[in-house]
């Protein structure tokens, strides 16, 4: 009965790892996305976004146009208190704890989501939300 439940302990061991490590990969394009967005660098923001990031603050609707290099909104540092948020046990976005946001001269800060894709084994931030 012993080897067995060394057995099922090493499996338990090695899904939990996995689990963690996809949501590494996810919270780590995340910090990569909202850093590279805040400072406005265009080719870093490439790597972890779509080509059209939909900002939504207060029901209103913006545009991260990244191909294009340029943001009708902006982050506003700092943010803070990234964690996953799961659907059927898989990483499916991120909520931020605290995240200001910039359109035009009107600021948002609160809650936030990101929005996250999985696009050719890669993880792409497709839109952000602030409540």
């Known amino acids: 009965m012993k080897p067995l439940a060394y057995v099922i302990a090493a499996w338990t061991v090695l899904l939990l790892a996995a689990g963690s490590v996809e949501a590494s990969a996810h919270i780590e394009a995340g ?11 265009w080719e870093q923001l490439a790597a972890v976004a779509a080509e059209k990031v939909t900002v939504s603050v207060g029901g209103k609707e913006s545009v991260i146009d990244v191909t294009g290099k340029r943001a009708e909104a902006m982050l506003v540092f700092p943010f803070k208190g990234l964690s996953t948020v799961r659907v059927e046990g898989k990483v499916k976005g991120l909520t931020v704890d605290e995240i200001a946001v910039k359109v035009g001269s009107d600021e948002k ?15 792409m931030v497709i839109k952000v939300s602030v409540e």
């Open 109 to 123: 800060r609160g809650k936030g989501t990101l929005t996250l894709e999985e696009k050719d084994g890669k993880v």
């Open 31 to 41: 910090v990569k996305f909202l850093t590279a967005w805040g400072k406005g660098n």
